[in-house]
């Protein structure tokens, strides 16, 4: 199911020349319609019972959870505004953009700091004091975020030099313009190379190919948007992702919990962690993070 995804995201042909769409040259089509079918059949079952339970209930408590919150969204005269078509769009939604790019981040940040053992050891201790070291009973909340620039910056910096993918999504300019003196053409296809832009000495000038997470403390950041475009992660604009806030909170919280209950190494059989990328289209690791993971806490906690 998770190599099905991935090729969701990877280019197609019909990207660059939209006309070749109804012919699939490349099976763009038929792979992404089969990776749909895994999908819906694997979640749709769970969010209609979930949506038939909530029916029944003559009273309903509190949201939890994203579910709960669009089954009781209510338009102006009380009806539900969300039909179950819409409900089930809105979560696989959520569900594709929600997988690859926490995952991919938090891969490649702690393949970062374990050749950096100083820079784990400075995010663990950031962890324990903002959240606590007590054998685990409290982990790291969304609230604790905003404290935790050096792990914010981590993070930062796994997504400037480790992009999910090559390009940005196409867009079309709507008026022809000038940027860096090149000329663009109204109707003109735009690709925003995001390995390029995270590398620019120009906006990155101390060494921009080395992780440094220090160079992005002195903004202070709590999320892992970038109005500028000094790198992309949500996009910016009003097409920017609207999700950049739920982004940021899952990579950060599953960045820090893995630091907070565990003591990561490299193993011994090995010098580094490798910290080559696919060449695919899709910029994985083309090796699978391997490491030691110690338990910081009593076994309880991971029940």
Same mark, same amino acid.
Request: aromatic content about 10%; hydrophobic content about 40%; some cysteine.
């Given at each position: 199911m998770?190599? &099905?995804?991935?090729?969701?995201? !990877?280019?197609?042909? $019909? %990207?660059?020349?939209? *006309?070749?769409? *109804?012919f699939d040259?490349?099976?763009?089509?038929?792979? /992404?319609?089969?990776?749909?079918? #895994?999908?819906? =059949?694997?979640?749709?079952?769970? #969010?209609?019972?979930r949506m038939k339970e909530y029916k029944k209930k003559q009273e309903h408590k509190p949201p939890t959870d994203i579910l709960d919150i669009l089954m009781?969204?209510? %338009?102006?005269?009380?009806?539900?505004?969300?039909? =179950?078509?819409?409900?089930?769009?809105?979560v696989t939604e959520i569900f594709l953009a929600g997988i690859d790019n926490p995952f991919n981040t938090v891969e490649w940040a702690l393949s970062e700091m374990l050749n950096h053992p100083e820079m784990l050891q400075k995010a663990t201790e950031e962890i324990d004091k903002v959240v606590g070291n007590d054998n685990g009973t409290l982990l790291l909340q969304e609230s604790h975020?905003?404290?935790?620039?050096?792990? #914010? !910056? @981590?993070?930062?910096? !796994?997504?400037?030099?480790?992009?999910?993918?090559?390009?940005? /999504?196409?867009? $079309? $300019?709507? =008026? =022809? @313009?000038? #940027?860096?003196?090149?000329?663009?053409?109204?109707? $003109?296809?735009?690709l925003l190379s995001r390995l390029s832009l995270g590398t620019n000495p120009t906006a990155w000038p101390d060494e921009p190919s080395r992780f440094n997470p220090d160079r992005h403390l002195p903004e202070n950041r709590s999320d892992l948007g970038e109005t500028n475009l000094r790198f992309i992660s949500f996009t910016t604009g009003r097409r920017g992702c609207i999700g950049g806030v739920?982004?940021?909170?899952?990579?950060?919280?599953? &960045?820090?919990? &893995?630091?907070? @209950?565990?003591? *990561?190494?490299?193993?011994?059989a090995m010098e580094n962690i490798d910290?080559?990328? +696919? %060449?695919?289209?899709?910029?994985? +690791?083309?090796?699978?993070?391997?490491?030691? !993971?110690?338990?910081?806490?009593?076994?309880?906690?991971? /029940?």
């Open positions: 998770f190599t &099905l995804l991935t090729h969701i995201f !990877a280019y197609s042909i $019909s %990207d660059i020349f939209p *006309w070749l769409r *109804w040259l490349d099976g763009h089509q038929r792979i /992404v319609g089969k990776a749909m079918k #895994v999908i819906n =059949e694997y979640q749709d079952s769970l #969010v209609k019972k009781s969204l209510k %338009d102006s005269d009380g009806k539900p505004l969300l039909s =179950e078509e819409e409900i089930l769009a809105q975020i905003p404290r935790l620039p050096y792990l #914010v !910056a @981590c993070a930062r910096e !796994a997504i400037r030099l480790h992009p999910i993918i090559p390009f940005n /999504v196409p867009h $079309s $300019s709507t =008026e =022809e @313009c000038t #940027v860096a003196g090149y000329f663009i053409p109204k109707g $003109s296809h735009i739920l982004g940021t909170n899952m990579t950060i919280m599953l &960045l820090g919990r &893995l630091l907070q @209950c565990f003591t *990561w190494k490299i193993p011994k910290l080559k990328s +696919k %060449d695919d289209g899709i910029l994985f +690791k083309a090796t699978p993070l391997f490491a030691h !993971a110690k338990p910081r806490f009593i076994p309880s906690i991971y /029940v």
